[in-house]
Structure formats: C-alpha cells, structure tokens
C-alpha cells in the first residue's frame, strides 16, 4: 500500500549523531578499508615535524629528515628500532595482504628486519612501550570481552561500536604515522574499533556491525579501558482513546512533593494516580523490559476531556530496553485489558524518532461535541464578552485575578467537574427594591465585600452603596431553542479571534490568535434534571482552537462565541474529543 511508503522513508532518513562519536566504517555499503587514503595519499613526508615529540632515541635525532618512510626496508627498521608493536607494524608497515591480521603482518614485516639486523632483536624490550598505540592493541580481546558481557542482556540486531580517545594521543600518533608510515595506513582510532569489531562479529550471532541507526552503541574510553553503552529506545506508534475523564494524557507529579512521594499522593509521586501516558507506557516497558517512558502525543485533550473517535495518534518511546521486537497484537492485548476500559489504544506498530518530531508538528483538526448550561446575563456581562480584543487593557484580569489565582490553585478541587467561567464584570449593587427587602446583616456583608464602612442604619447603609456602586444591569431573558439552534449552525465559517485563555497562560504566551470553525452541527436542546436546558452539539474546528472559550467567551478574550451570540452565559458540562482529522 502507498501508504506505507513516507514510513519507510522515514526510517531511511533516521539519521542521528552518533557519527560524531565513531569513525569506524562498518557500514553494511560502500565500505572501503582504504577510506583514509585520500586523507594520508597527499602527505609527502617532508612536513615539518616537531620533532620533540616523537619518542625516537636520540642519536637518531639529527638524520630524521634522511629516514624513509615504510614500506622501504630503511623505513621499517626505523619502526622496529622505536619499539612499535607488532600490530602498529602491520598496520603502518604498508605490507599488509588483503585478510592479514595487523599482527600477522608485523610480525612479517619484524621479521624481515631481524634477518637483516638481528641486534634489534631485543628492541620491544629496550622500548616497551609501543610509540603509535601505547600497547593499546594488547587490550583488544579484553575491550572485546567486556563489550560482549555488556551487551548480553539486551537483544540487539545492530551494534555501533565508537572510541572515546585524549586529542593528544591520537595527534602525536598522526603525526609519527604521516612521517614513518606507509601512505594509506590505517589510523589508530579506526583500526582499534575494527579490530574488536572483528572480534564481536565473529562472536555475536545475529548482530551486525554498523555505523548508523545501532541498536546499541557501545563507546570505548582507551584511558580506562570501559565502555559505556547507549541503548537505543524503542518508538512504538499508536492511537489512543479515552473513554474515561478525569485522566490526564501524561503524568503528573504530586504538586505537593514534586514526585518524591508524600503522604498526600499515597506515596505514588503522582498528582492523578493515572495518565493515559502510564497507562499505556507501563505495560509496554514491562514488555519490552525498559527503564523509562516518554510519551509524544498529536496534541492533548484537557484532564476531564474524553477522545472519542478513531483516537489521538502518539507514539510512546520505550528507553533502554533489553526487548526490541514485539507483537502488536499481543501489546494491544495487554494495555486494553490492565486499562480496564479506561483507556483503549489500537493501531500499534513499530515507530522512529523521526515520527515523533512529525507527531509533534502535524496541526490537526479536530471534532468536539461539548455541553453546556445556560444561566440568564446581564447586559454587564454582554459588554465585556463583546469588548474589544485587546492585549493592552488585561480585560477585566486585575480586580478578579486574586480569586481566580484561589480557584486554579486549588489543588484538591475535582478536574473531573467542569469549571464555571464566571463573567469579570465591575461591581454593581443590587436594585432599589431588592436592597429595600434585604436584611441589615446583608447590607453590612454587601458593604464589606465591596470595601465600604459597615457602620450605621439599614437607611444609611443602603445610601452609601447607592453612592458607591452603579445599579445591576438589565438582565437579557433566556433565549428560544430556535435562537439557540441557528446560532450554533451559524458558526459554521465563522473566524474566531482567542486570546490565549488565562487558564494556559502560565505555558503559552499571552496572543490573540485567528481560528476558523469549519463545521458547527447537530445541536441538541434537552432538559435536565433541574428542569434546566442543556445544550449539545459538535463542532469541527482548526488545529489550537480553545474549544471551552468557544463556548462561554472566557470573559471576551474569544469572540465571537456562543455565549455572547446568545445572550445568555453558557456553562461547560463536558467536552469529548470525537476525531482527529490527521493521519
Ligand atoms: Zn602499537
Ligand atoms: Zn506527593
């Protein structure tokens, strides 16, 4: 199917860093053992050394310039003198035959020389430290070893191998390899990692030696001799839906002891016991045996919002896990059955990390169905949800903001119940009538609340909140369920202008931004419980669009919306997620 391809390129293109660490050609193409000629052919010899650094006895000193470079005969008696080690002899000797060991090679090459000068027998022994490699070739079936322990608990197809080597080191060698060497030799870095590589190769079944997109990269420090080992997360794709509110789509840490585990979270380190992310990512990375999950998510529904539909795409990325391979049927299985119905994902398959950066950008659109309830308004309450968008006036945020600032930080308040959206308008006192009828001790209260001296008679009281406050305004009448039905058809098209809703603003900058309503359809009108009308319908609209402000105008920060167009406040009762028009 076509629709498989962009997958497969974006397997191809998954092209990551760990170049930067390894220089070793194991690629399973176009490797050529020769990858260093062009780098080394240029070099003539005749560079201008510095000659204190090499590691040449001293009497050798002043005819440096006089002594060839390998493969000539002159030349390699030079190597054999300075102590170079069998390997480092094969390797920079020039002798080498297609197949041959380094060692092989050099003790050839070492050979050769003895038969000529058998008093360089000895000269291992009078320098035993080997000028190219500092004897790090005698560590190679030990390097090996240790990456073939390390690397037995985890199953892997492709091993990456890197060397993590001091910059001088491998300096001085480049330089004493261009000036005595034969042109074309191996560098050091390159050849220790091939040689184990070699070695693991023959040792590990199944497991191929790569230089891109390893399974596990295992990064070799020469001056400790250890390896450190990266392994690769696993990035399994899916579609989640949440059949259940009052579960946030990733953990959250316990507010109170930011998820070190306190009383208040039962010990749990967790603010909601469950997260789609946890539900999904824990049985996952006990299959696949991981350490950790990360869960990446197109887009996210609000905690007491459900996901209907065909479900929200995500792929859940599994680190460091001993298990690659698995069984989507079976996973499936798994998570659906532990969520218990609360959470159900299907459409798994094997992801990248490049799917999650896709993820991450598509803007889908979406299809809400949302409820609400309808309270009479005022004309108050009219004239700020229809005030100009403005970022420069802090519409209406000031004088309410303390009690707001109570409400969001409540943090034992239920997320499951929806939040009524209460209209900040400027204080009003009561009509002549309604104060005429109040109580004392309701006009003292009034009077406090708006700051007022609460001292003296019902007269007088009622006389200074007169003199203090403007009169409650008109109070608009519910409107018809005709008004209600062509109102939410009309928005169909509609271009809404949203300033960032207060309730985000700590993780969103504060903009106002433009959002179309493509779809606005079926309302439903009932009567609840109370005798009171809810309303019901569902809406299609572009990607970031605040569905709730859409709904009850979040204090005029988004218009139009529903509540303004009606005339009447419009209170959330839930809102589902239906399809996520993507993917
Ligand atoms: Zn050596
Ligand atoms: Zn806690």
Redesign the pocket.
């Known amino acids: 199917m076509a629709g498989n391809e962009p997958e497969k390129a974006d397997a191809e293109d998954d092209d990551e860093d760990w170049m930067a660490y390894a220089n070793a050609g194991f690629g399973e193409t176009n490797y050529s053992l020769w990858d260093e000629v062009d780098d080394t052919a240029e070099t003539t010899g005749d560079e201008d050394l510095d000659q204190g650094s090499l590691e040449v006895p001293d009497q050798l000193g002043t005819h440096m310039e006089e002594i060839p470079r390998a493969p000539s005969p002159a030349g390699h008696k030079h190597l054999v003198r300075i102590g170079t080690c069998d390997a480092c002899l094969g390797r920079v000797g020039g002798k080498m035959h297609y197949g041959q060991s380094m060692e092989a090679a050099g003790k050839e090459v070492r050979q050769a020389v003895l038969d000529r000068d058998a008093h360089l027998a000895s000269a291992r022994d009078d320098v035993p430290l080997c000028p190219f490699c500092e004897n790090l070739f005698e560590e190679v079936e030990l390097l090996t070893d240790i990456i073939f322990d390390a690397v037995q608990p985890y199953e892997l197809s492709r091993l990456q191998l890197g060397a993590r080597f001091p910059k001088d080191q491998t300096e001085s060698e480049d330089e004493l390899r261009k000036r005595f060497g034969a042109g074309g030799s191996e560098a050091l870095k390159a050849a220790l990692v091939n040689a184990i590589a070699r070695r693991l190769n023959e040792r590990l079944d199944n497991v191929t030696m790569v230089n891109e997109k390893p399974d596990v990269m295992a990064l070799i420090d020469v001056l400790t001799l250890t390896v450190d080992l990266d392994v690769r997360a696993v990035y399994v794709y899916g579609r989640y839906r949440k059949l259940e509110r009052g579960i946030p789509q990733t953990r959250w840490p316990?507010r109170?002891?930011k998820?070190?585990?306190?009383?208040?979270?039962d010990?749990?380190?967790l603010q909601y016991e469950r997260s789609v992310q946890d539900l999904i990512g824990n049985p996952m990375m006990a299959a696949l045996e991981g350490t950790e999950h990360a869960f990446h998510g197109m887009g996210r529904e609000d905690i007491d919002v459900r996901c209907l539909g065909q479900g929200r795409p995500f792929v859940m990325e599994i680190k460091e896990p001993k298990k690659r391979a698995f069984s989507a049927a079976k996973l499936t299985e798994m998570i659906n059955q532990q969520a218990g119905g609360s959470v159900e994902v299907a459409s798994l398959r094997p992801s990248n990390r490049k799917e999650v950066v896709r993820i991450k950008d598509t803007p889908a659109e979406k299809s809400y169905t949302i409820r609400f309830t309808l309270e009479p308004m005022n004309a108050a309450e009219l004239a700020v949800l229809t005030a100009p968008v403005d970022l420069t006036d802090g519409s209406g945020k000031g004088r309410n903001k303390k009690r707001r600032r109570q409400q969001r930080g409540d943090d034992a308040s239920d997320r499951t119940k929806p939040l009524d959206a209460p209209i900040e308008t400027p204080a009003t006192r009561p009509s002549d009538e309604a104060m005429a009828k109040m109580k004392k001790a309701e006009l003292v209260a009034l009077c406090e609340e708006h700051g007022l001296a609460k001292t003296g008679t019902k007269p007088v009281l009622i006389e200074r909140l007169q003199e203090a406050l403007p009169p409650a305004s008109e109070v608009f009448e519910l409107p018809s369920d005709e008004v209600i039905v062509q109102v939410i058809e009309g928005l169909k098209g509609v271009k809404l202008a949203q300033r960032t809703p207060e309730r985000v603003s700590h993780r969103r900058a504060d903009l106002i931004r433009k959002r179309t309503v493509f779809e606005s359809h079926t309302p439903i009108i009932e009567l609840n419980e109370d005798g009171r009308r809810e309303v019901e319908f569902t809406l299609r609209c572009e990607s970031g669009t605040y569905v709730k402000e859409t709904v009850h105008g979040d204090s005029g920060r988004t218009q139009p919306s529903v509540a303004s167009l009606i005339r009447a406040k419009c209170n959330v009762v839930w809102l589902d997620v239906g399809d996520i028009h993507a993917d």
Do not use: D, I, Q, S
């Open positions: 316990c109170a002891c998820g070190r585990g306190c009383e208040r979270c010990h749990t380190g």
